[in-house]
Every structure is written in structure tokens, then in C-alpha cells.
Nanobody
């Protein structure tokens, strides 16, 4: 059973920074992609950033230049460095792991961590 545990959320003022962590129960190299999503109250869950096993990254337009996704394979952990935070970044942030192969696919989610950007 794959477990993903997010941490690092909290309350921060606009313009501030936070670093989220997602610790996996097994090797993250077994997943094709690791990603961060977020969901604000009353809104759908949206992709924030993804990182492939080979290291390539992808970002939502709204966070480009402010957020950075990275991974530490030895620690089975994925990070999301968030800078220049805005009130619109307030949401529950979820970690997602994807694994797929011929005729099979699986998604795994963490329980989320709350990020609140407010003065």
C-alpha cells in the first residue's frame, strides 16, 4: 500500500515563502510522475506542478517563476518551494504519485496540507 504524507503547510503573509514536502512510503523512482495539486474551497482540484522520474518538470501558468518542484530520490521525498505567495494560492495542497504501464495505471494521493496566505 502506497502512502504519501504531506507536510510544511501553514499560515504565511503575502509575499512570503513555504516549502512543502511529500514523503512516500516506498521508492519514488517506482512512479512515472510525482505531482502537486491544490484545491481551494468551492473549486476543483488543479495541477500545480509535476516532476517526471527523469527529472523534467511542468508548472501551471499561475505559479511559473514562483514555485519550484524538486525531488530527493534517496529520501523518497518530493518538495514544492513556494515563493512570492499570493492570497490566491490559499488552498489544500495534495501530493500525487502516478504509475502506469501497458494496460495498467494507478494514482495515489496524500491527505493534503493546508496553505493559507493572508495578512
Amino acid at each position: 500500500q502506497v502512502q504519501l504524507v504531506e507536510s510544511g503547510g501553514g499560515l504565511v503573509q503575502p509575499g512570503g515563502s513555504l516549502r512543502l514536502s511529500c514523503a512516500a512510503s516506498g521508492s519514488i523512482l517506482s512512479f512515472n510522475t510525482m505531482a502537486w495539486y491544490r484545491q481551494a474551497p468551492g473549486k476543483q482540484r488543479d495541477m500545480v506542478a509535476t516532476i517526471a522520474a527523469g527529472g523534467s518538470t511542468n508548472y501551471a501558468n499561475s505559479v511559473k517563476g514562483r514555485f519550484t518542484i524538486s525531488r530527493d530520490n534517496a529520501k523518497n521525498t518530493v518538495f514544492l518551494q513556494m515563493n512570492s505567495l499570493e492570497p490566491e494560492d490559499t488552498a489544500v495542497y495534495y501530493c500525487k504519485a502516478q504509475r502506469w504501464g501497458i494496460g495498467t495505471s494507478a494514482d495515489y494521493w496524500g491527505r493534503g496540507t493546508q496553505v493559507t496566505v493572508s495578512s
